[in-house]
């Protein structure tokens, strides 16, 4: 049992290059996240996906997109990089419960720097 | 949306210290959850808690719901128990679908 497995660990991009941040769980979890952490701004939820074929938005989606095609793999791309997506990228999982979402379970990162 | 704010933002403690980290939350939530982010990065789940009080070893939590706030307490503190310490809520207007983070609290243990 994995967990929540993320690559690559480390990227350098040049503005304007695109890439694909990969994630996967092996928990038969239904939700998934992506979240950008920055310096004294905590964590914030870029997109999320209640289940395959199912994705939204969170707080701060501009320059993302993600897709759902199976339950283990929810990949975060980045179209047109820009400096101000320089961040570390955190992906999560959980079952979701009747009343909403059970304990989360977070990969180990990915440090983008983007020039 | 919701706020979610911890205090204190940063506590030095030397080893053997008691601490107790405060998160106060806006709004109705589904859940709340603490989370200790270790000095390499990876966040490590400590409780899931929407009420009630939880024990894990020398880390206990409690939610009060009804007045939207809860503690963290960390008994005899140890090194290891350095990093960075976050709230995390599900809002009711958000059931299922979002956690909402606090800036967290850093935490530095020194023997």
């Known amino acids: 049992n994995a967990g929540v497995t993320q690559t690559p660990k480390f990227q350098v991009l040049k503005t304007g290059q695109s890439m694909t941040l990969q994630c996967a769980q092996d928990?038969?979890?239904?939700?998934m996240s992506w979240y950008r952490q920055d310096p004294g701004m905590g964590l914030r939820l870029i997109h999320y996906?209640?289940?395959?074929?199912?994705?939204d938005q969170g707080e701060v989606p501009n320059g993302y997109n993600v897709s759902r095609s199976t339950t283990e793999d929810f990949p975060l791309r980045l179209l047109s990089a820009a400096p101000s997506q320089t961040s570390v990228y955190f992906c999560?999982?959980?079952?979701?419960?009747?009343?909403?979402?059970?304990?989360?379970?977070f990969g180990p990162g990915t440090r983008l720097t983007v020039l | 949306g919701i706020q979610v704010e911890q205090s204190p933002p940063d506590l030095i403690l030397q080893e053997g210290a008691n601490s107790t980290l405060r998160c106060n939350f806006s709004d109705s939530v589904n859940n709340l959850q603490w989370f200790h982010q270790n000095p390499w990065g990876q966040l490590i789940n400590l409780f899931y808690?929407?009420?009630g009080t939880k024990q894990n070893g020398r880390l206990s939590a409690t939610t009060v719901a009804t007045e939207r706030y809860s503690l963290l307490y960390i008994s005899s503190s140890q090194t290891t128990d350095s990093g960075v310490y976050f709230c995390?809520?599900?809002?009711?207007?958000?059931?299922?679908?979002?956690?909402?983070f606090g800036k967290g609290t850093t935490l530095s243990v020194s023997s």
């Open positions: 996906s209640v289940g395959a074929g199912i994705t």
């Open positions: 999560a999982s959980s079952y979701s419960r009747d009343r909403g979402l059970d304990e989360q379970f």
């Open positions: 808690i929407p009420s």
């Open positions: 995390a809520v599900e809002p009711h207007t958000q059931a299922g679908t979002a956690l909402i």
């Open positions: 928990m038969n979890h239904e939700y």
